[in-house]
């Protein structure tokens, strides 16, 4: 299959594009847009033939369901068994935004879009291009990230035609995306809201708006033997082919910790890379050295993170390390795809 490729501006898409991407998704195709998170990868939520295409195009496995993403709030109800009081506050005051709501689902969405659940999750998106996109296409809109299963998700267009090129229909091309790691999921489907995957959006965040929230106490620990609620969660993730091991401790006992360990890997014949910040990049010796922005800038470091880890493949590194970082409010998201991409290992010092 030949893929389309279109840029956009990505606040005033072209009508033209965008109505083309409509009439794809309507024929049961497939679409990666942008969107202020990481690009996905869009099909027709209520054909259950799109979804089933979406899973074969990332080679995801199919028991992890897709997220629905709408872009008007009277599109809500017909996706929902009910919809809860929290739903509508949370609404309210975070989309469209970096949150995505997990209720009860009604039976207008089929169950290969929800991995067989009975429950789905929904969230509108705070972006122009991704917002006439899901008008154009209908209103519903299943879509993960547009990478292979797997690998981390993509924050430029051309990480999307890296992993997907020839195997779907279109990429709209909207530039680099803005925030950089996946959405907050927050489960309203039983029992206390819970977050099932940290992002943007914060307990504490969330908390203003409803009270109590718990979180999957999964999150940030690779040795809890429950099983993540968000089923996305327990596939090792956001990985790059190299082998990762994060350095946690004071920043410059880190700093020479990974230094020894670059030279002992390097001993031995291996490409090494380092993620590192400002603060550390003049001290790091690497093959490969990548730096995020400031250790105190979370939102430098996630808009940087996935792509930087796609680089680490592209230039060959064979060992990675990289310093540790905040574990409080947004650098919780950060930390939590870093330690995945790590396969949580972790050398305390
Ligand atoms: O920011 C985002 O959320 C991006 C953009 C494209 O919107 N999308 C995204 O989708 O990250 P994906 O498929 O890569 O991650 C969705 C996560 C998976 O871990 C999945 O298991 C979980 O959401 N999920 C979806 N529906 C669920 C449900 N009904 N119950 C529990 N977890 C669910
Ligand atoms: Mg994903």
Redesign the pocket.
Known sequence: METLFCKVDPVDPDKKIIEKAGEIIKAGGLVAFP?E?????GGDAINPGASEKIYAAKG?PSD????V?IAELDKLEALCKKVPDEMYKLAEVFWPG?L?M?VD?SSLVPKET??G?D???I?M?DHNTALEFIKASGGYIA?????TSGRP?PTLASHVRTDLDGRIDMIIDGGEVG?G???T?V?L?EGEPTI??P?YVTREMLSRVLGRVDIDTTILSGTDKKAP?????KYRHYAPKGSMTLVEGQTAAVVKRINEEVAAAKAKGLKCGVLCTLETEADINADVKKCVGSRNDEAAIARSLYRVLREFDEEGAEVIFSESFKTDGFGQAVMNRLLKAAGYNVEKI
């Open positions: 969107t998170t990481v690009y996905g990868l995801r992890n369901p897709l997220i993403h970096p995505t997990i689902k929800t991995g659940l429950t789905v999750a969230r998106p879509a993960p990230s547009a990478n998700s925030i790691v996946e959405s999921i489960d489907s099932l995957r992002g609620k968000a089923p996305g969660m």
